[in-house]
């Protein structure tokens, strides 16, 4: 039975940080692009870090420099550290699973970020 489950997510202050985990289970995660999504209320969900299967990058543009996305293959995790966070980066996070045209997608984990 293929698994995500996010983890980490909370209340934090503006300029905080956090630390976002996606545990992966059912599939060989190590072939996998991973991604985090994020949806705002009333926005459409919105790709804000990848990680291939090899280890390269990419981020939006709005949390470069902020957010650092990583990969732990023999725990089977993806990892998204936060810092410096916004009110602008509160949102519902998705881990999100992509090889060829299979997709798997977590439950979510929220992030409010509010003083």
């Known amino acids: 039975q293929v698994q995500l489950v996010e983890s980490g997510g909370g209340l934090v202050q503006p300029g905080g940080s956090l630390r976002l985990s996606c545990a992966a289970s059912?599939?060989?995660?190590?072939?996998?692009?991973m991604s985090w999504y994020r949806q705002a209320p009333g926005k459409e969900r919105e790709l804000v870090a990848h990680?291939?299967?090899?280890?390269?990058?990419n981020y939006a543009d709005s949390v470069k420099g902020r957010f650092t996305i990583s990969r732990d293959n023999a725990k089977n995790t993806v990892y998204l550290q936060m810092n410096s966070l916004k009110s602008e980066d509160t949102a519902v996070y998705y881990c999100?699973?992509?090889?060829?045209?299979?997709?798997?997608w977590g439950q979510g984990t929220q992030v409010t970020v509010s003083s």
């Open positions: 059912g599939f060989t995660f190590s072939r996998f692009v």
């Open positions: 990680i291939s299967s090899g280890g390269s990058t």
């Open positions: 999100n699973s992509l090889w060829g045209s299979i997709v798997y």
